[in-house]
């Protein structure tokens, strides 16, 4: 099955910055690639997403993008705010008829500082 | 309704019982997942309903661990013989019929601690 590894598990740092996270699947199969966003004590909710039919996608200050041929994806996050801080999980999935299993990465904390 | 409801919000049970957790998901949506997060962990998949396809379990970790779906909607997962390391926070989540869309819906979980 698939097998989603995300870097780093935690991440500083300061207001304005920016943040990168990476993550890295195995089945080459994938096709859909979503970032999720857990604030503490709460749901994860989705904040963006890419399909492997294009490389690249921005929404106002987060970007994703994605390398099919060597398996891995990134979010950026540019002007980092103290809102910002959360846990983030990559995921990926084949979409099929039958739908799609998502499978998570482990998720990277992200702390930004004032 | 308007989101994924998740049913008991917390539960504490002694080692050994059995523990039954609902899910009611946003209504319309066709598919429904189970997942565990432990304290400070990831999403751990357990089982994953598409419409009337059978169900993928692959993630269940034991077999003290099942769920069922009734009539495509509210979906109830099962723990047997709770032991300490099922302790986790069990979310579901649900996701409309069309193909092009990819968003899970999640609900805010039902925290399981078993003593």
């Known amino acids: 099955g698939e097998n989603v590894e995300q870097h780093p598990s935690t991440l500083s740092v300061q207001e304005g910055d920016s943040a990168v996270i990476k993550c890295t699947y195995s089945?080459?199969?994938?096709?859909?690639f979503p970032w999720y966003k857990q604030e503490l004590g709460k749901r994860p909710q989705l904040i963006i997403d890419?399909?492997?039919?294009?490389g690249e996608k921005k929404d106002q200050r987060i970007a994703v993008t994605l390398n099919k041929t060597a398996k891995h994806f990134s979010l950026h996050i540019t002007e980092t705010q103290p809102e910002d801080s959360a846990v983030y999980f990559c995921?990926?999935?084949?979409?099929?008829?039958?739908?799609?299993?998502?499978?998570f990465g482990g998720g990277t904390r992200v702390l930004v500082k004032p | 309704g308007a989101g994924v409801s998740q049913s008991p919000s917390n539960k504490v049970t002694e080692k050994g019982k059995d523990v039954e957790l609902r899910c009611d998901p946003i209504?319309?949506?066709?598919?429904l997942y189970w997942y565990r997060q432990s304290l400070g962990q990831g999403l751990e998949f357990l089982i994953y309903?598409?419409?009337?396809?059978?169900?993928?379990k692959s993630g269940l970790p034991s077999d003290r661990f099942s769920a069922e779906r009734t009539g495509g909607s509210v979906s109830t997962l099962t723990i047997q013989r709770t032991q300490q390391e099922d302790s986790a926070v069990y979310l579901c989540?649900?996701?409309?019929?069309?193909?092009?869309?990819?968003?899970?819906?999640f609900g805010e979980g039902s925290r399981l601690t078993v003593l």
């Open positions: 995921a990926a999935s084949m979409r099929k008829a039958a739908g799609n299993k998502l499978t």
């Open positions: 089945d080459s199969a994938s096709n859909y």
């Open positions: 989540a649900s996701r409309s019929w069309d193909p092009n869309t990819g968003e899970l819906f």
């Open positions: 209504s319309g949506h066709t598919a």
């Open positions: 309903f598409q419409g009337n396809s059978a169900p993928d």
């Open positions: 890419i399909r492997s039919n294009v």
